[in-house]
């Protein structure tokens, strides 16, 4: 017999039903933003009374995350969570697989056709993500310079193969490196995204009512002040705050802490089942989160020095507000058009911020 649960009249006014919507209901959280189920010392009283099976779903499974493709089952963690962001970027062995076999009868494994050269583009992702010979900008740049060539041939894997075959000797020639080198630096503009990203965020979680959201914006809005404060509005010394930030806190805390940028792009790598659907357009997402995360970081640095918990604040609350909808790409395509840049080759142009 099912235990009735003590929370049964709470709930009823915890529990808001939303019909129409995917999730059946929604939490009603308190003024600061915390779940009214939780104790005095921050502990859930659901599980407390009744253990995990009565959890929701979310509940129950969060920050851990779940994707079938074809007959496997991968298992990982959202970087939502201040703690996995600690974990994950930050252990030198967190990016180690265990693998299982589970035999279940009459278990019918979905479809999934990954492209033929996933392989390939993720060993020369790995093998230059390992090149220390070259700053992880230029790496990622020739990555994207690659994905952008292999996207814009027929997709015919005759022709893909014969692209990836040129192109990977251009990178082994040092050809592609080339262009990296002549670029020119793109502080300002990625002053500006960064800001504006932030302000996006922040206003996001004012309008949608996050309330923990908007207390993690509200901490780094702060702790960047500390950083761009006698800038004011003036874009060329937020600029030079930036390049500052990069040039000396930044780069020290990755030193310190070199699994961080490493784990990341794996992570993402993985979590994005990168590169099965239109590589080049994922892998400039994942550029555009390292742009921002990076430039935070930075601006934060500019005016202190970098702690671990400066990185897990940023990260989470990046990825909580990603997770939750907010329009960050918006920003994106917002800045592409106001430079009138190729929206292919902005994030590319926007790693060399130094």
């Known amino acids: 017999m099912t235990q ?38 921050g502990l859930c009283r659901v599980h407390k009374e009744h253990g995990p099976d009565r959890l929701s779903i979310i ?6 995350l779940t994707h079938v493709r074809g007959n496997q089952i991968q298992r990982s963690l959202t970087l939502s969570c201040p703690e996995v962001a600690r974990k994950v ?23 999934y056709n990954p492209p033929w050269y996933l392989d390939l583009i ?31 041939v027929e997709q015919d894997q005759e022709a893909q193969q014969a692209a990836l075959a040129q192109i990977i000797d251009e990178v ?8 990296f080198d002549t670029m020119p ?36 809005r702060e702790r960047i002040q500390n950083g761009v404060s006698d800038a004011g509005d003036d874009l060329a010394l937020q600029a030079l705050c930036l390049q500052t930030g990069l040039n000396t806190r930044y780069s020290a805390f990755m030193d310190k802490h070199p699994s961080v940028w490493a784990n990341f792009f794996v992570y993402q790598m ?14 400039r997402k994942i550029l555009m989160d390292y742009v921002y995360l990076r430039g935070v970081l930075a601006l934060i640095g500019a005016g202190k020095e970098l702690g671990i918990d400066d990185m897990s604040l940023v990260f989470s609350t990046y990825y909580r507000s990603r997770q939750h ?16 840049v190729n929206e292919a080759m902005l994030p590319l142009l926007l790693l060399k911020a130094v």
């Open 89 to 111: 970027l930050l252990d030198p062995e967190a990016m180690q697989f265990e693998f299982a076999t589970e035999l279940k009868k009459g278990y019918i494994a979905p479809t």
């Open 59 to 64: 509940c129950r499974t969060y920050p851990r």
């Open 325 to 340: 909808g907010s329009r960050i790409d918006d920003i994106y395509q917002g800045l592409a058009n106001k430079l009138e």
């Open 4 to 41: 009735k649960s003590i929370f049964r009249n709470e709930a009823k006014e915890i529990f808001v039903r939303t019909p129409g919507q995917k999730t059946y209901a929604s939490i009603k959280l308190d003024e600061q933003g915390f779940c009214s189920l939780r104790d005095e010392n």
């Open 185 to 220: 630096t793109t502080t300002g503009f990625n002053v500006d995204f960064i800001l504006k990203s932030l302000n996006a965020q922040f206003a996001w979680s004012i309008l949608r009512d996050k309330a923990q959201t908007h207390r993690r914006s509200e901490q780094l």
């Open 172 to 179: 082994v020639s040092g050809d592609i490196g080339i262009y």
């Open 270 to 283: 993985y979590d994005t089942d990168f590169p099965s659907d239109t590589p080049a357009t994922q892998f």
């Open 122 to 152: 993720r060993d020369l992702f790995l093998q230059l993500l390992g090149d220390e010979s070259m700053s992880l900008d230029k790496r990622l740049f020739i990555i994207g310079m690659v994905l952008n060539r292999l996207e814009s």
